[in-house]
């Protein structure tokens, strides 16, 4: 009802592009902050990107600057993060959360507190 639901992942090679989506439901993902995670097995949980609400900056981890891209689109109440040049470093289960607070993009890598998470999709980077 109230919940966080991933798509978009795959099986690509190297190289390839993936387009991630985050789409709520039971409430409105525009006031949220949104994260992407990411952890690959036998990883700890890492903070790869994340947009405020509203949108006036975007945040990235160094690994992926250059090759993701988040964005949101209100009216479709979803949260997007576009990959390219995927390496097979990338390879990992990928999840978005969600944070009413206006700071969460503040110190959403080092904290795993978020009002709504979802259960994630599987991105496989191989040849």
């Known amino acids: 009802q109230l919940h966080l639901v991933e798509s978009g992942g795959g099986l690509v090679q190297p190289g390839g592009s993936l387009r991630l989506s985050c789409a709520a439901s039971g409430f409105s993902l525009g006031a949220y902050a949104v994260a992407w995670f990411r952890q690959a097995p036998g990883k700890e949980r890492e903070g790869v990107s994340c947009?405020?609400?509203?949108?006036?900056?975007?945040y990235y981890t160094d690994s992926v600057k250059g090759r993701f891209t988040i964005s949101r689109d209100d009216a479709k109440n979803t949260v997007y993060l576009q990959i390219d040049n995927l390496k097979p470093e990338d390879t990992a289960v990928y999840s978005c959360?969600?944070?009413?607070?206006?700071?969460?993009?503040?110190?959403?890598?080092?904290?795993?507190?978020?009002?709504?998470w979802g259960q994630g999709t599987q991105v496989t980077v191989s040849s």
């Open positions: 947009i405020m609400s509203p949108p006036v900056n975007t």
């Open positions: 959360a969600a944070d009413y607070a206006y700071y969460y993009c503040l110190g959403y890598v080092s904290s795993s507190k978020a009002d709504y």
